[in-house]
Nanobody, 120 residues
Framework: QVQLVESGGGLVQAGGSLRLSCVGSGTIFRFNSMDWYRQAPGKERELVAG???????NYTDAAKGRFIISGDSAKNTVYLQMNSLKTEDTAVYYC??????WGRGPYDYWGQGTQVTVSS
């Protein structure tokens, strides 16, 4: 059974930094891509940043210039370095992975989420 486990969330003051980690397990296949989403109270879940197995990255406008996504596809691991945090970054951050193999899929997997709270 594939599992994604996030860590690194917490409470930080505005302007501070946090580094989120997500480790996938339970599969012998490399994920096609891994992403970070977030969901603030009363809002829909939204994409923050993503990285493909080949290392290509994409960011939403909210993350550009402040967040950096990186990963190790061989270890099904992804990181999100968040700098210059703002109060509006407060949310539960979720790791997402997509995988397909042998013509099957894609399969989508989600972590349980990690809380990030930015205080003013």
């Amino acid at each position: 059974q594939v599992q994604l486990v996030e860590s690194g969330g917490g409470l930080v003051q505005a302007g501070g930094s946090l580094r989120l980690s997500c480790v996938g397990s339970g599969t012998i296949f490399r994920f096609n891509s891994m992403d970070w989403y977030r969901q603030a109270p009363g809002k829909e879940r939204e994409l923050v940043a993503g990285i493909t197995r080949g290392g290509s990255t994409n960011y939403t406008d909210a993350a550009k210039g402040r967040f950096i996504i990186s990963g190790d596809s061989a270890k099904n691991t992804v990181y999100l370095q968040m700098n210059s945090l703002k109060t509006e970054d407060t949310a539960v951050y979720y790791c997402h992975a997509r995988e397909s193999h042998w013509g099957r899929g894609p399969y989508d997997y989600w972590g349980q989420g990690t809380q990030v709270t930015v205080s003013s």
